[in-house]
Structure formats: C-alpha cells, structure tokens
C-alpha cells in the first residue's frame, strides 16, 4: 500500500489541531515538572553553598587563631631591644643609678661584627631599615619565619593592600623607609 505523496503545507491542512483540554494539560504537566526540578535544584545548590560558607568561616576562625600565635612570638629585635633596656637602667658600683645611652650585650664571636655593621648602617642612612625589619612587612616575614607557605602569605600581602614580591627580598637586606628615625 502506498501512500500518495503530501507536501508538508497539504499536511499540516489536513491534521486537525489538539483539543484545548489536552494542550492545557500539556502545559500545565510541563511547568509542574519544570518547577519540580528547579525547586530540588535549588534545594541542593542552597545545601551545597550552606556547607561551603561553613568551610570558609571554620577556615576564617583558624586563620584568625593562627595570627593570634604568630603575635604572641617574641620577635628577636623585641628580645634584645628588651636587654638593652635593662642594661640602660642598671646601677653603677656606688649605688648611682647609671643610663648607658651605647649599652649593648657582651660582643660574641661572628655576632658582634654583624650587629656592628648593623648598627652603623642604621646611623648612616635612618631613612632605610633591613626588610624583615619594615613596620608594614615584618608580621608576614615573621610568618614565612615560622613556617607558612610563602604563596599563602604573599596572598595576605596582596589582600592587605601591599605588594607580596617584597617577601621575595633578603630579610636582611637595607629598604627605604618613610618613617625616617627609629621605628
């Protein structure tokens, strides 16, 4: 049996059009589906983005934690600015209370020519200080000196408005300084 041959616009003439009820349900079948699976979606995203935020905060609380121990570290400039304090309000031999402006520690070997050499820069140029001595980076190498990653710490330069290839220089090394005189 063969069927005579139709052109697309005689078939769409000859097809009588879906009753109103069945489009209706249709459509109405459709947008309850639709909604159904947006709903569940959106269900699952607010659980997933739920347990994210918790990660951050946890992660916020830890970081939090973490600077707080990295402040409570004495930091080795601190320890000795802290003898020489000492040393200045020590009493001489008669009872007389003596204030030593140049007290420093008894010079050790390898010690006393580094701080020497320290110190004389220091007086030659009060507008420089050594990297990991500078008031706006000296809390991140601080943290590199303890052992956190560099990346990680770069990230909090750069979050704190500085620039992190600072971190990359010698902590050693002599940086300008605006501040001027003794910090």
Do not use: W
């Not at 050594?130 to 706006?136: S, V």
């Not at 330069?157 to 001027?180: H, I, K, Q, S, Y």
């Amino acid at each position: 049996m063969s069927l005579p041959s139709q052109t697309p616009s005689s078939t769409m003439s000859i097809t009588p059009p879906l009753p109103p009820a069945k489009v209706s349900l249709l459509l109405s079948n459709f947008i309850l589906s639709t909604s159904t699976f947006l709903n569940t979606f959106a269900t699952a995203a607010d659980v997933k983005l739920q347990s994210i935020g918790k990660k951050i905060t946890d992660i916020e609380i830890m970081m939090t934690i973490l600077e707080a121990k990295l402040k409570s570290v004495p930091d080795e400039d601190y320890e000795q600015k802290v003898e020489q304090e000492t040393v200045k309000g020590t009493t001489g031999e008669d009872g007389a209370k003596t204030d030593e402006t140049d007290a420093s520690p008894p010079p050790t070997e390898g010690v006393a020519a580094t701080s020497t050499v320290t110190e004389t820069a220091i007086v030659a140029n009060p507008n420089e200080c050594k990297a990991c001595e500078h008031p706006d980076y000296a809390p991140f190498f601080r943290q590199v000196k303890i052992g956190a990653p560099l990346p990680a710490v770069q990230a909090k330069v750069a979050a704190a408005g500085l620039d992190p290839e600072f971190l990359a220089r010698d902590p050693e090394e002599m940086v300008p300084f605006e501040g001027g005189g003794e910090e």
